[in-house]
């Protein structure tokens, strides 16, 4: 195979990333090929920290080598013969089988100089990352990567022309490179099959919260959320009644149960208020308050932003402290007004995506639970108590 074919087999499989915002994989590998330079990159994140995601970990420990070859496959088709893995320092055991994969993969000629005689050059190494969130975001990963305050940079320019060290460069997440190399071996037409018109595939998620079996399960694109949560994650414990599930983790939305029946795919999820991310699914019951729930994954952003940008800086600190008016039963229904114009206000100006998505708990909350709001502001009580 050319360079060119590869592209092709990528693009005619209709891979979509997996780390979140589900963007055309070979789209973005065609548009750093075309750009010519004396040096590309291709990187890795590893830096899985959604709360309660656990799937790439799950990979980088069991399958290293998928992860390699698929690196290797990307460098091949977008001419770099460089590649950096990113991840979390908080995963020792999946470094430690990183380090003997690479270690192995070297020795058997599958890394480094003139790879198994056809005279590709490539080779990978790993960066660590200190636990910021933030540096989920590509240009704030490649900054951290250059040894640099983990911070996002305005786009444009976009990676795939200016990204790790100002040369063109390509990022995608530890599972979006695991099918790469299955799609490479049956074809794009097998990938293809699979999943619904606009999302191909398979999606692992990771179930946690209010369900009785926890854990990864892989699921073709379009299955529905009750199928996951009652066939594969076998229902409620108690006999509790399901009343929400959090996709996308902290950039995600609430689902709720008159969503129980959607097909989840990207598309989909994004039209009612949520998003895919990277695969964390924790559930919920009847016994969980939606305004804690936001204000649970609200506290988790304030933490983590980074504080370049103003209106994730401050703005989500505003709406924490709104959050918290109303949880002390001091809000006025002038606050929730405020509140909802602070949320879209916080979407529309931050610079990167953990601002941009960091209102959606609040905001889907909002949406499918006014009435919890409501009993907050103007009964000052918990509907749950």
């Known amino acids: 195979m050319k360079p060119s074919d590869v592209l092709d087999v990528i693009k005619a499989s209709g891979l979509r990333g997996r780390g979140g915002a589900g963007f055309p994989t070979g789209l973005k590998w065609s548009f750093c090929a075309q750009n010519e330079a004396d040096q590309k990159y291709v990187c890795c994140n590893a830096d899985e920290g959604d709360p309660g995601a656990f799937m790439d970990r799950s990979l980088l420990e069991g399958d290293p080598h998928a992860l390699l070859e698929a690196m290797a496959i990307a ?218 729930i936001a204000k649970f994954f609200l506290d988790f952003t304030v933490d983590e932003s980074c504080g370049k940008c103003t209106p994730c800086r401050i703005g989500n600190k505003r709406l924490m402290e709104m959050l918290t008016k109303i949880t002390d039963g001091k809000a006025t229904k002038e606050d929730l007004d405020k509140m909802e114009e602070l949320c879209y206000y916080i979407k529309e100006n931050s610079l990167c995506g953990l601002g941009q998505t960091s209102p959606n708990p609040v905001i889907s909350t909002l949406r499918y639970f006014g009435n919890e709001y409501k009993a907050h502001v103007e009964d000052k009580r918990c509907l749950l108590y």
């Open 75 to 292: 460098g091949f088709a977008i001419n770099s013969t460089k590649g950096y893995i990113y991840v979390r320092a908080e995963y020792p055991v999946a470094i430690k089988r990183l380090e003997i994969a690479i270690k192995q993969a070297k020795d058997y000629g599958l890394l480094g100089e003139d790879i198994l005689g056809t005279g590709f050059n490539f080779d990978i190494e790993l960066r660590l990352g200190a636990g910021a969130f933030v540096c989920g975001e590509e240009t704030a990963l490649m900054t951290s990567i250059e040894g640099k305050r983990g911070e996002p940079r305005p786009r444009p320019p976009f990676p795939a022309l200016k990204g790790l060290f100002a040369k063109p460069s390509i990022l995608n997440n530890v599972e979006t490179y695991a099918n790469v190399t299955q799609i490479i071996l049956n074809g794009s037409d097998w990938f293809n099959s699979i999943g619904t018109e606009k999302s191909k595939g398979t999606k692992v998620f990771a179930l946690g919260g209010k369900i009785n079996h926890t854990g990864l399960v892989e699921v073709p694109m379009g299955t529905t959320l009750r199928e996951i949560v009652d066939e594969i994650g076998g229902g409620i414990p108690d006999g509790r009644k399901f009343k929400a599930a959090q996709t996308g983790g902290p950039s995600g939305g609430c689902i709720s149960s008159e969503n129980f029946d959607v097909k989840i795919d990207y598309d989909n999820l994004l039209a009612i208020g949520s998003m895919m991310g990277s695969g964390g699914l924790i559930v919920m019951d009847d016994t969980s308050c939606m305004v804690d």
